[in-house]
């Protein structure tokens, strides 16, 4: 019998999993890859990725509701309607980045923001809490599988935690910036957190569905990418849920605690080797981890160590993949040669995904650039495109992603600018509700 935590961390790729025949390669683009600057400077080839990058969330958002589409290639039989409402969390980040470097004004980036709380204010949710995907065009609920056509409450935590950094920063006192301000408190005050403990339990449930109720029965338990859920969960104003939850539903599990060292480093919780790289990203595009401690961990040892784990198993390289070594390195959830998959040092095919390494730069910044600079000086030919950096590469299989996706390259962004200015996380925990959270759960600041 698979053990407990090989099913959960296999439940989790099944979640983020897409079937190859679900993913069909768009025709590609008019994009000439070796026009791309050279001999640039440090900073300078941080800007450019960054400005490259955001073009997903701005050139390619959504015309109708400025929504971040799932993936830039046609996937899941849907056409060109599929909008994710994590990703578009991580895409609300992107435009702040993108307004506070000027490459937008202000003005315009506030009214694209207002259009899309709009959007989102006549969208289905449920208990104030939106589904997986929706169509960008309508609102309407697109099922991410038979019985997740509801609420995905880990979802909706992305998306508010870009929707609170951009209200932290539009702060002004025109009419736009105040419409936004007030249409992102409305849709916040609306998440109903306790429902999802189904009827008091001690632990966050990650779907419900009006059709099928609790059926996808997944309580969830850490360590992983889901901590944000926790955090906004008790900061929530009208429906919060009680530190109980936190202490008894996320921290009490067997791949909680770990310990263990890796090629040296300790890693305080999750699984061996840290698991694939979003976990210890997304939760943290806003939630600063610097000097963040609680009863279980210091958080900043625990995602840097993650990252330094990653890192030294792709310098052992002890499968042989080609390509692996200091310059080319980071392992997480990416597409693949074969489809969709959650890469780690205990699953690793030998797929690279550039977001890893690239969102891993406030950890590692020195191997973050080495890797930087490899992946647009070396490699650029093959995966630098008119939204950045392609999704994943096999230089094994001689293989080269012709997608970005929404989740993969909003971290880019966001975390970059984290290592530059700590700009999202100066805003996110800048919220008073944040920190009124953190404190319920007794999490210090040093």
């Not at 004004?105 to 989102?120: E, G, I, N, P, W």
């Amino acid at each position: 019998m698979r053990s407990i935590k090989a099913n959960i961390f296999l439940t989790f790729i099944f979640l983020f999993a897409v079937a190859e025949a679900q993913v069909k390669q768009a025709p590609e683009k008019v994009f000439n890859a070796a026009d791309r600057p050279k001999n640039l400077s440090d900073t300078a080839l941080l800007e450019l990725v960054q400005k490259q990058t955001f073009k997903y969330f701005w050139d390619f958002a959504h015309p109708v509701s400025g929504m971040a589409r799932e993936r830039s290639n046609i996937a899941y039989e849907y056409g060109n309607e599929v909008v994710t409402t994590g990703g578009t969390g991580f895409g609300v980040m992107s435009v702040v980045v993108a307004a506070d470097r000027k490459w937008i004004s202000r003005d315009t980036a506030a009214r694209f923001l207002v259009k899309l709380v709009k959007f989102l204010a006549r969208a289905d949710a449920y208990h104030g809490v939106f589904s997986h995907w929706m169509n960008g065009a309508t609102g309407k609920t697109i099922p991410f599988s038979r019985k997740d056509d509801g609420a995905d409450l880990v979802e909706t935590s992305y998306l508010f935690e870009g929707l609170l950094c951009a209200r932290q920063y539009f702060n002004g006192s025109t009419n736009v910036e105040r419409e936004l301000r007030n249409r992102i408190n409305w849709l916040w005050s609306d998440i109903e957190w306790n429902w999802f403990t189904r009827d008091g339990r001690d632990v966050l449930y990650w779907h419900w569905s009006p059709n099928n109720g609790w059926a996808m029965d997944f309580p969830v338990h850490g360590f992983n990418e889901c901590l944000i859920m926790y955090i906004l969960a008790a900061s929530g104003e009208h429906y919060p849920v009680g530190a109980n939850v936190y202490h008894r539903g996320w921290a009490e599990s067997n791949f909680f605690k770990n310990g263990k060292k890796f090629y040296n480093y300790t890693l305080p919780l999750g699984f061996d080797y840290g698991g694939p790289l979003f976990f210890s990203q997304y939760s943290f595009l806003g939630l600063n981890p610097k000097g963040l401690k609680d009863r279980y961990a210091d958080y900043w040892e625990q995602n840097q160590n993650h990252t330094l784990i990653n890192h030294a198993y792709c310098v052992d390289n002890p499968k042989a993949f080609k390509g692996y070594g200091e310059n080319c390195w980071g392992l997480t959830a990416s597409d693949t040669y074969f489809g969709y998959d959650a890469q780690s040092p205990t699953n690793d095919n030998g797929t690279i995904s550039p977001t890893a390494a690239l969102s891993a730069f406030p950890y590692t910044p020195e191997f973050s650039m080495k890797a930087l600079k490899h992946f647009y000086y070396d490699l650029g030919d093959k995966i630098w495109g008119e939204y950045g950096f392609v999704d994943a590469f096999n230089e094994t299989k001689d293989w080269y992603a012709q997608s970005d996706l929404a989740i993969d390259q909003g971290p880019i962004i966001v975390m970059i600018e984290n290592y530059r200015t700590g700009l999202m996380w100066k805003l996110f925990m800048s919220c008073p509700e944040i920190q009124g959270g953190l404190k319920k759960l007794d999490f210090v600041k040093n």
